[in-house]
């Protein structure tokens, strides 16, 4: 979801090719995501829960995707723009949902689920980078 929310699928394959032996060290990784993770690792938009596990066979948290979004829409957390375990806060106080017709609280209660984060993405759709102020849906328009 988060690297098509990026809309890098053409590059995450591109990297595949000409990186072939780049290896993140996770080892809990399945075949079929170690090429989207391999690339989003290096270009380090995602972390590992340790230094060789990923975490692949954990539930997402609400606060994990909310550190993706962030790190989507030009926020560094390890520049202090945002605590990862907190990064939920952060959405709501950036403005993520404001104006938003649906209540955030309604649609990311209870247990984090696909839902939440199509709420989470669809927002971030339509939201400034911080830095560049440009949109993610304008990725997929070009």
């Given amino acids: 979801m988060y690297s098509r929310l990026l809309k890098l699928e053409d590059e995450i394959a591109k990297f595949e ?11 809990d990784v399945p075949n079929r ?3 989207a993770v391999n ?3 290096y270009r380090k938009l995602v972390n590992g829960v340790s230094h060789d596990k990923y975490g692949s ?3 997402m948290t609400e606060a994990q995707y909310a550190t993706l ?9 390890s520049e202090g723009d945002f605590v990862w375990n907190k ?15 649906a209540d955030p609280d309604t649609m990311l209660s209870g247990s984090f689920t696909r839902r939440g984060m199509a709420y989470i993405s669809f927002n971030a759709l339509f939201f400034p980078n911080k830095t560049t ?10």
């Fill in 87 to 101: 990064a939920n806060e952060k959405l709501k106080e950036i403005g993520l949902y404001n104006g938003d017709t």
């Fill in 17 to 27: 090719k000409e990186n072939p032996d780049y290896k993140t060290g996770f080892t």
């Fill in 39 to 41: 690339y989003l690792h």
């Fill in 133 to 142: 102020g440009e949109v993610l849906i304008d990725k997929f328009l070009e």
């Fill in 57 to 59: 066979g954990n539930l």
């Fill in 69 to 77: 979004v962030l790190r989507a829409l030009g926020y560094d957390d």
């Fill in 33 to 35: 995501a170690k090429p």
